[in-house]
């Protein structure tokens, strides 16, 4: 799976950006999906899984209510709404695709994902 991730930029604290990522190369429809992100001289870090039949979605305690997950198979396409952004927001996101088909679970874990996008650069600032 090829993933293309965009929709990145900079933003007011408490405004809106929404990142899409473009899927090719593999049945898109066959994979939960996930974005992590990454700030300076941090560790890469779980944001936000969708199940592969976008049954179950799962969100990182500091992004849930405020960020939302969502999939168009007919666009091989995965976006993630952020809404009411933070400074602390500010990162690279990275789009993911599950290292398996079908999985019965959402995973939350980098080791769990073989297929990443380039990532997209958010900066949340005044």
Not at 23 to 40: I, V
Request: hydrophobic share 35%; charged share 15%.
């Amino acid at each position: 799976v090829q993933l293309q991730a965009s929709g990145g930029g900079l933003v007011q604290p408490g405004g809106s950006l929404r990142l899409s990522c473009a899927a090719s190369g593999r049945t898109f429809s066959n994979y939960a999906m996930a974005w992590f992100r990454q700030a300076p001289g941090m560790e890469r870090e779980f944001v936000a899984a969708i199940h592969w039949s976008a049954r179950n979605t799962q969100y990182a305690d500091s992004v849930k209510g405020r960020f939302t997950i969502s999939r168009d198979n007919a666009k091989n396409t995965v976006y993630l709404q952020m809404n009411k952004l933070k400074p602390e927001d500010t990162a690279v996101y990275y789009c993911a695709a599950d290292s398996r088909e079908f999985r019965a679970i959402v995973l939350r874990s980098v080791p769990g994902y073989s297929y990443w996008g380039q990532g997209t650069q958010v900066t949340v600032s005044s």
